[in-house]
């Protein structure tokens, strides 16, 4: 059966956005007396939400008010977004070459950044529809925004791939039924996406990829 339907997610797939994040981070934070923290730091905890993000760094200090920071997060990546996010390598080439497919995006970053992001990059034209964070009631490792993704554009769950880079993708996927396509040139290390159907190291190689899963008949 072929594959109709190609699912992105954003940061750490079709986009380097850590420094900027970091950058972000730090701000929202430097008021408070933490950090600076390091890229490494930060994109060990990215995927989730910033929010879940912001939690996991201040969980120690409860007199911290997570919606202050998070505001003062917001403020400043807004008007930072891309002064450092770019796409990987080849991103564009790409989604030039699958123009013949139905495209998504899915992301843990707020819908109205994401839409930002790639629009900023000359990107968002390629998709036809984006989905963040605040998209649907329940966010990736649910299937619930995948399943939307899928009811939107009328296309079955055996017709389509999810391409991430974090078990969270996979995950998603899975639950969903669709196939799971992780790189490994993101922000998680290759032993963290081993339940992947599939797993490359370069987004050029989806194309062929693509091709050859049509013609098993997956």
């Given at each position: 059966m072929a594959i109709k339907l190609i699912i992105f997610d954003l940061d750490g797939t079709l986009v380097d956005?850590?420094?900027?994040?970091?950058?972000?981070?730090?701000?929202?934070?430097?008021?408070?007396g933490l950090g600076p923290y390091t890229v490494e730091e930060i994109t060990s905890l990215v995927g989730r939400g910033i929010t879940r993000l912001i939690e996991d760094l201040i969980r120690p200090y409860p007199e911290i008010p997570v919606n202050n920071v998070i505001e003062r997060f917001l403020h400043h990546?807004?008007?930072?977004?891309l002064?450092?996010?770019?796409?990987?390598?080849?991103v564009k080439e790409v989604l030039e070459e699958l123009r013949e497919y139905k495209k998504a995006v899915i992301s843990n970053k707020r819908q109205y950044l994401s839409k930002k992001t790639l629009e900023?990059?000359?990107l968002l034209k390629y998709f036809d529809?984006?989905?963040?964070?605040?998209?649907?009631?329940?966010?990736?490792?649910?299937p619930v925004p995948v399943l939307m993704v899928l009811e939107k554009l009328n296309i079955p769950a055996s017709?389509?791939?999810?391409?991430?880079?974090s078990d969270l993708d996979i995950k998603a996927g899975r639950a969903a039924g669709?196939?799971?396509v992780a790189v490994s040139y993101g922000y998680r290390?290759?032993?963290?996406?081993?339940?992947?159907?599939?797993?490359?190291?370069?987004?050029?190689?989806?194309p062929p990829l693509l091709k050859k899963l049509t013609e098993r008949g997956v």
């Open positions: 956005s850590r420094i900027d994040i970091t950058n972000a981070i730090n701000y929202a934070l430097k008021d408070y990546y807004e008007r930072h977004l002064d450092n996010t770019g796409p990987y390598p080849s900023g990059l000359g529809i984006v989905l963040g964070s605040d998209s649907t009631p329940q966010k990736k490792p649910s017709q389509a791939v999810i391409v991430g880079d669709v196939i799971t290390p290759r032993q963290m996406l081993s339940e992947a159907d599939c797993i490359i190291d370069d987004i050029k190689e989806l």
